[in-house]
Structure formats: structure tokens, C-alpha cells
């Protein structure tokens, strides 16, 4: 047998062990999602009485045309995207450079690497009503401290729609912050010595290789991160109920919210299963764009190469 | 070697641990779906228990859902067990989130709870969807007695004749109001207790709350204060509303809240907030009783629309800085005074697995003796014998003042789909209330708006 052969064997035989060990996950998701998905659907083209639970009648695509004809959903939509959008990048911009800070050796740097984590350990719902104590108007530590500093320190922050959306964004790249600081700190370390030496060899200063060698390798990295976050900001809720339950005026109610409004408050189970299906549509082409982005950045990346 | 380093250099078609989070990713996308629908699933199947009345199938297990806040009813629970030798296991709720709760257990058709804590704005709605068990029989049994009852807080628990609650403690919010505080800008400090029998006083209190609100040692002061945030707000819409002659259903349970009398309610609203800054500014992030009390006990609040029982918290010296100079009385009037009724129930509900420990624990809950000791902890009782009792009128005064807004209208527009419009009317107002909307506007679209999802 060749070696081109053995070489093609090996790689199938390499294929079939990867989709062996992924084979019992995706069973449990087909098993535990699948009902529950289809249920939806279901829902999403009738309505429901809810009394009783059962099936009133069929709606056919009326929720969906409900839904979009709404100005409320686009209103929705347009902020949606706008505060997934804010979290992802400004997460992921935070994350690169406290990666990069914790990359350096210096003392004290483990305790650091421990205290980065702890967000990520604090239950949302505790961390939403510790924000929102934070930025309470009166006694908040945030005005306390715009006051030392000379400001009015008297800006009531989840009172506008605006700011309320602004200080949900802050609150929900602290949460995440944690998670994307990891993933690229990881993908710092798999960096060689030898690329950063050589970049200094070459006497490109710290900026420059950072700007001109450690991003471009750590880029097809931050793909996942980014997606990740993404559909974290999507599903966010419990920031949301604990911080401004959706309001002042709508202006921080996500789709996610909306759902849980149509579901839970209007009962219109068949709407909220339209919205859920909206924007599940929404975050799989977010997905498809990041992916074919990513993947005409890494060909045009190979031939520059 | 870039590539090398990232795994991206050799297009390769087996699965990569990008690969990998990616689908994790994607999968993490249909969660968003799956989670609705796992709750949505849950929803189907599940047993029925329906039982009509009061009987005498004592489980010898009894589970009760209650506010956080009531405490007095939570004491009970010792007292259940030594009477009955049952000593029932007891959740705690906050108001904003009972409705969510509750509702989507009965949805789920499930009742942990044999006993449940309901609001004014919600006891409709359980009715209509049976989740709760009609009451009559058991409110016509001595000491219950459907007459005995304030018959306007009663009419929230009213679905189409039947009764879905049982009282625990009455009440309409109040006007409470710091008498130091006017002392210190030169006001009458017990001006306030007759505006409610005083016609158009509401221009009174109006330039009481100019004078009371600037900055003193260096310390803001605001004239007014209250909750109006989401629909919350509706308390204090709703009394303007009735002050003018106005009411927010007709007697078909029609919207006729954008009538002058709604549209005037929200221009007074506005002007206290916007024309003559006189409210704590942040009051429409305060989504109930909680948020704005703290303003009101720092001693820097000069009036507050809440709930009677604040006059007994505002009197712990642990919390309050109005300890002894906190006074209360029937809001202002316009052509007349009025409030919300905002008392508070117990029902059993229709799923419930130990109706019967349910209907025995209410029973103990009404019985005189433990409305007076309710009635001893600072909640009104829901029989006017033991608050005008000369001993517990001494300790709280502030009984008779609750005693005294009731002679004026109370409704709160309560009906089956009140927690929805309700919402609807609240964000509505908001609009207005940040000047994005007049307040006609604001009515006509909330009319609007209501109509539409009725109708859908």
C-alpha cells in the first residue's frame, strides 16, 4: 500500500473515531431538542387557549406576519442586534487586552489570572442586583464615585431607555468578560516563543507585533468567542428581569424578553413561539456570516501566504 | 505558521475544536428556541384535581405560596401546627413577580401550593381561567361574611359573580407625609389630613411639594415621591383618574380611560414630574413600594402615595429617619379624593393537592384572633371591628385613614386581562410622562393597543 493510501486511510479511520465521541451528544441533543423544537413550530402556527392548553385553531403564518408588521418587534430587533453587537465587540476588545496584560510575566500576575475568573462565578441574578445597586442614583457607587471626581454624580442611569440599554451592555460584558479573556489567553499561549523573538529580531516594537503578529494568529480563535457571545447576548434574560424587567419604555426589552412577554405575561404562546423561531433565524445567519467571513479571510490569508 | 498556530492554515475537513465550538455555538442558537419550548412542552399533560368546595380531606401536608412581605400570614404557619399538628411548608414571593410564578405552574397544570397569595390586579384573572376555587361558600361562613367585607375590596376577587379570594388585609395606597419636613420650610404639618374632604386640594398639595423640594445642608429634597415605574404607576393614574370623575372600564368592561379625566390625570402626573420637578427624579425606575420607600424613611421625601402598612415600617428606627413625624391620610382631591384598592388575598387553587389544608389554613387566617394579631403587626384587618378597636387604633392611627379612603372610589379597572392592558396603559403613560407623547396621544394609542390584543 502506498503512502498516500495509509495517509487517507489513517485520516478516515481518524474521522470516524472524531464522529464516535461526538455521536453521543448529538443523540442527547437530537432527543432533548428535538421535541420541544417541533412543540414550538407547532405553536407558532396556531393559537392557543390557554385555559384549557389545547390547540384553539390554526393560524397558519399569521403570528409570523403579526410579528413582523409589528413596529414594537422592529423596534425590538434593531436593539437587539445593536446590544449583541456592542457585547461581542467590546467583550472581545477588553478580552484581548487583559489576555495580553496576563501574558506578561510580572508578580502578583496569578492572582490576577483568579480575580479575572470570579465574574464568571457570580450567578447573574446576583450580579444584576449588585449593577443595579451600583447604579442606583441616589446612593449608587457609580455616581459616588463621578462625584469625587468632580461630576454631578447624579445621572439616573436606568431611567432613560438609552443608558438603561447602555448599563444592561456593561453588565453583560462583565459577565462575559471572564470566558472570552480565557478562550484568547489560551490561544495566546499556543503562540511559540520563537514568532515573538523573531518579530523583535526583525525590531517591530510590542504594538507592532501585537498589531502585526499576535492578532492575526489569535483571530481564527476569537471566531468561536464571538459567536459564543453572541448568542449568549441574544439569550440574555435574567440581566434583564433582575436590572430594568424590559423597561423604562421598552427601550432594554431584547427578543429574548419578548418572548418571555408574549409567553408569560400576554400568554400568546403561539406568538412568543414565532418570535422564538425569529430569532433563532436571526442568530443562525449571524453564525452563517461570522463562518463565510472567516472562511474567505483565511483563504485570502493562506494565498497572501 | 500563522495558520499552524491558529489551526487554520490547512483547510481540512475533519472537526476541529473550532469546528467543534462552532456547532456549539449554532446549537447554543436553537436553545433559544429549545428553552421556550422545553417550558412551552411542559406545559401539556399533567393531573386535574377539581374539588367545588370546603371538605374535611385533611392530607395532614399543607404548602403555602406567600408574599415576602407578609410576614404576620408567615407566623401563622407555627400557629397551624399546633391547632391542626401540621406545620405547613411556606415559599415567599415578591409582588412584581407572582403573576410569572403562578402562572406558569397553573399553565404547567401543577399547584405546589395548596394556599396562594394573589393582588387586586390578578384574583380575576384566576378566576377566569379556573385556576383559582370560588370562594362564596367559604367567605358566607361565620366569621365570614360576605357583608362584613368592604365591599369595594371585594370587588377585585368579583369574576362574574363568585368570589376568587379571601382577604387577608385591606388597604388603598395612602398619602403619607413627613410633618418635620414641612416644619423646616415654614408649612402646616397637619394641613394634609383634611385634603381629602377639601374639593381641588391636589392644587394644595401641589404647592406643598414646590416648597418642600430644593436643596437644604447641602442635602436634595424632593416634595413627592411614589412608584411609576412599568404599571405600577396605574395606582396613582387611577386615583388622578377617579379624582376627575373618570374610570378606566365602563360597566361592559369597555376602555374609557381617554377621556378628559385620563388625559388631565396624566398632564397632572407630568407636571409634577416635568414642568415643576418636584418628584424624586428616578421614580419611574421604581417598580414598587420597595424602591421608593428608602427615599421616603432617608427623612428627604416630603410626601409618598403607598400602601397604609409604610406608616408602621416608617416607625422602626432601625430603617426610618421619620420615626414619630410620619403623618397619614386620604390622598388630595380634585372633585373628590380616591386610591386604588390594592388589598391582598389568599386563594386555593384549583390543582391544589391538599385543598382542603388550604381552606382550613384560611379559615385559621380570617378567624378574629388572628386578624387581630395581623392587625397588631401594622396590616389593616379585613374587618373593621378590630381596626377601630380602641387598643389597636391607638397603637395605629393610620387604621382610620384606610378606614376613610374607602368612602371614596377605589377601582383599579380590575378585570380577567387587567395584568395585560395593564402593562399596555403603563408604558403608554411613560411615553407621555417623557414628553414623547401628549397625553391624549398616549390614551388613544393605549385604547388602541388594548383593543387590539382583546381582539387577538
Same mark, same amino acid.
Given at each position: ?305 | 505558521?500563522?495558520? *499552524? ?36 412542552? $411542559? ?53 412584581? *413577580? ?62 362574574? /359573580? ?76 387611577? $386615583? ?9 372600564? *365602563? ?50 421625601? /416630603? ?62 387566617? $380570617? ?47 380590575? $378585570? ?41
Amino acid at each position: 500500500m502506498t503512502n498516500a493510501k495509509l495517509h487517507i486511510l489513517g485520516l478516515k479511520k481518524e474521522k470516524r473515531t472524531a464522529w464516535l465521541f461526538i455521536l453521543p451528544t448529538l443523540i442527547l441533543i437530537t432527543c432533548v431538542y428535538a421535541y420541544p423544537i417541533i412543540t414550538t413550530l407547532v405553536y407558532s402556527v396556531t393559537t392557543i387557549d390557554i385555559s384549557t392548553y389545547t390547540i384553539k385553531e390554526f393560524a397558519g403564518l399569521r403570528n409570523f406576519q403579526y410579528i413582523v408588521s409589528n413596529e414594537f418587534f422592529n423596534r425590538t430587533l434593531v436593539r437587539t442586534i445593536y446590544f449583541g453587537l456592542m457585547v461581542v465587540v467590546v467583550t472581545i476588545l477588553l478580552a484581548i487586552g487583559v489576555s495580553l496584560l496576563i501574558n506578561i510575566d510580572f508578580k502578583g500576575n496569578k492572582i490576577l489570572k483568579i480575580l479575572i475568573l470570579l465574574p464568571w462565578a457570580v450567578p447573574p441574578v446576583v450580579s444584576g442586583v449588585m449593577w443595579s445597586q451600583m447604579f442606583q442614583y441616589e446612593y449608587g457607587f457609580i455616581n459616588k464615585i463621578i462625584k469625587i471626581f468632580g461630576g454631578e454624580g447624579d445621572t439616573i442611569w436606568l431611567g432613560s431607555p438609552t443608558l438603561a440599554l447602555h448599563v444592561l451592555i456593561i453588565t453583560e460584558i462583565w459577565r462575559w468578560l471572564p470566558f472570552a479573556t480565557l478562550f484568547i489567553f489560551a490561544a495566546l499561549q499556543t503562540i511559540p516563543h520563537s514568532v515573538i523573538e523573531a518579530a523583535a529580531l526583525d525590531g517591530a516594537g510590542y504594538i507592532k507585533t501585537v498589531k502585526e503578529v499576535i492578532l492575526p494568529i489569535i483571530f481564527p480563535g476569537v471566531i468561536p468567542v464571538a459567536i459564543f457571545l453572541f448568542v449568549s447576548a441574544m439569550k440574555a434574560f435574567d440581566t434583564i428581569f433582575v436590572l430594568t424587567a424590559g423597561g423604562p419604555r421598552s427601550g432594554t426589552t431584547t427578543l429574548n424578553y419578548l418572548v418571555y412577554l408574549q409567553g408569560f405575561q400576554q400568554f400568546k404562546f403561539g406568538r412568543a413561539a414565532a418570535t422564538a423561531y425569529i430569532l433563532t433565524f436571526i442568530i443562525l445567519v449571524v453564525i452563517f456570516v461570522v463562518f463565510t467571513l472567516n472562511r474567505l479571510t483565511s483563504k485570502r490569508r493562506l494565498i497572501n501566504d | 505558521m500563522a495558520g *499552524d498556530v491558529g489551526g487554520n492554515a490547512v483547510p481540512r475537513k475533519d472537526i476541529s475544536r473550532r469546528k467543534a465550538l462552532g456547532f456549539g455555538a449554532a446549537a447554543g442558537g436553537l436553545l433559544a428556541t429549545g428553552g421556550l419550548a422545553s417550558l412551552l412542552a $411542559s406545559c401539556s399533560g399533567g393531573k386535574k384535581n377539581e374539588i367545588a368546595a370546603p371538605g374535611t380531606n385533611f392530607t395532614g401536608q399543607l404548602s403555602l405560596l406567600l408574599g415576602s412581605h407578609m410576614t404576620a400570614v408567615k407566623g401563622l404557619a407555627q400557629k397551624y401546627n399546633t391547632k391542626h399538628g401540621v406545620l405547613p411548608t411556606v415559599e415567599e414571593i415578591t409582588t412584581p *413577580d407572582l403573576r410569572s410564578k403562578i402562572t406558569t405552574s397553573f399553565l404547567a397544570k401543577t399547584s405546589p401550593w395548596d394556599a396562594v397569595f394573589t393582588t387586586s390586579t390578578i384574583a380575576q384573572e384566576m378566576g377566569q381561567n379556573k385556576w383559582a376555587l370560588p370562594a362564596d361558600g367559604f367567605l358566607n361562613q361565620s366569621p365570614r361574611k360576605n357583608e362584613t367585607f368592604l365591599e369595594n375590596a371585594m370587588a377585585p376577587v368579583n369574576y362574574r /359573580g363568585n368570589y376568587y379570594g379571601t382577604p387577608w388585609s385591606v388597604g388603598a395606597p395612602l398619602l403619607h407625609w413627613n410633618k418635620k419636613m414641612f416644619e423646616e420650610v415654614g408649612l402646616d404639618p397637619e394641613a394634609p389630613a383634611n385634603w381629602h374632604s377639601t374639593k381641588n386640594s391636589w392644587d394644595t398639595f401641589l404647592e406643598y411639594a414646590k416648597e418642600l423640594t430644593g436643596t437644604r445642608n447641602g442635602v436634595k429634597n424632593y416634595g413627592f415621591t411614589d412608584a411609576w415605574a412599568a404599571d405600577h404607576k396605574l395606582y396613582t393614574f387611577g $386615583s388622578l383618574l377617579q379624582m376627575h370623575g373618570g374610570k378606566f372600564l *365602563d360597566e361592559e368592561g369597555e376602555p374609557i380611560f381617554d377621556s378628559d379625566a385620563g388625559e388631565e390625570s396624566i398632564i397632572k402626573m407630568y407636571d409634577l414630574l416635568n414642568t415643576y420637578k418636584v418628584v424624586d427624579p428616578a421614580v419611574d425606575t421604581y417598580t414598587w413600594v420597595f424602591d421608593a420607600s428608602p427615599g421616603y424613611m432617608s427623612g428627604n421625601r /416630603g410626601m409618598f402615595f403607598t400602601w397604609p402598612f409604610i406608616a408602621g415600617v416608617a416607625q422602626d428606627p432601625k430603617t426610618s429617619k421619620v420615626v414619630g413625624v410620619s403623618g397619614v391620610a386620604p390622598q388630595p382631591a380634585v372633585d373628590t379624593s380616591a386610591s386604588v384598592d390594592g388589598s391582598e388575598y389568599l386563594f386555593v387553587p384549583t390543582l391544589a393537592s391538599n385543598p382542603d389544608e388550604g381552606w382550613r389554613f384560611l379559615d385559621l387566617m $380570617s378567624s378574629k384572633e388572628s386578624q387581630t394579631a395581623i392587625a397588631e403587626t401594622g396590616w389593616a384587618s379585613i374587618y373593621g371591628d378590630i381596626n377601630t378597636d380602641p387598643a389597636i387604633l391607638k397603637k395605629f392611627p393610620y387604621y382610620q385613614a384606610i378606614a376613610d379612603s374607602y368612602k371614596y372610589p377605589v377601582d383599579g379597572g380590575f $378585570s380577567p386581562d387587567r395584568a395585560v392592558w395593564g402593562k399596555i396603559l403603563g408604558n403608554e403613560i411613560s411615553e407621555a410622562l417623557a414628553g414623547k407623547k401628549s397625553a391624549k396621544e398616549a390614551l388613544i394609542n393605549a385604547k388602541k393597543l388594548m383593543n387590539e390584543e382583546r381582539k387577538s
